[in-house]
């Protein structure tokens, strides 16, 4: 059950300091209620042994006047502030009530088999050893972490488990400082790094049945111009052999990252794009152009997250891009023949 802040309380607040949903567990059978605050969300197993929820990340408290956490750019300004990535989360056995809390959590999910449950832990310290990708076998000891794979310059993402067989599909990205000649030179921590797009990733498999790791899809494996990005969409097959993934232009990857943001050149450059629109509020379309622009706008988002389907043969280890620019849709079927 959701437990929801207090009207008032929620009304009077504004911003970071809004209080945050609460979640209450009923024991149907003894009727007892055990309520947690601040939890983002939180999901069972399959056989109902597992409860597995997130909590808010801790709020950082304000330093005090003169540490480098208060100081700005400018007179007045805020230091931008960084997005969190990661967040608390707790692995409960409901019939003990024992939790195992983890810190620092990126992506998650247990499998539907209530064998195993998988995390990713991220942490931005270079010096940090902890990055990687973990399992936990749930019907044996739940205490002790195995870590498939790690990496202190590397991310793991779309952590998705197969209906039956326990495999499991994630993405491992890493990430590399490049030369001007495009040769990756030193790695970085990705929170550092955003100014350097990398195509760095692949696409892994590990069996929880044989309990081995492989590396399905490699970069090189990618047709030229394309790449693996980490925003994306996993999907097994009903026969568990054929994964489905999503591969992206790198041009359009570019277009779509966070640009830096431009500050008022003063010496009014008239060949500087980016201070000639800095904070202008025209909007300028020609009635040749396909769409307005507030359709544009509304199209962007989806545009962004625009992925391009392929499919990976497990038992032949065999790759294979389904779609591209030109047909760009596809409808996955669940027959394995077609």
Known sequence: MVLLPDFLELEKAAGKDKPKPGRAL????????????KVKGFVFSDDSRWLVYRLFPEEEKPGKPGDKSEETDKPGEKKAEKKTETTPLVLRELSSGKEI????????ALDPASRYFAYSLYDPDPASQNNGIYIRELQKNADMAKKIQGSPNAKYSNITWSKTRSRLAFIFHENYRKDEAGNPTQSLPPTENKEYPTYLSSLMVWDGLKGTLRTAVSRNRFPQGWMLPSDNKLTWTKDENRLFVGLKPMAEYQWTLPQPAHKEDKNNDPYDINGLLY???VEVWHWNDPLINSHQKKRWERFRKQIYLSVYHFQDD???PLTDKEV???????????
């Open 328 to 338: 760009p849709e596809l409808r996955i079927s669940e027959n394995p023949e077609y």
């Open 101 to 108: 809390r983890l810190e620092k959590v990126g992506d998650s």
């Open 26 to 37: 009923l024991d149907t059978v003894s009727g007892n209620i055990m309520s947690v605050e």
């Open 279 to 281: 904070k202008r509020g």
């Open 318 to 320: 065999w790759f294979v």
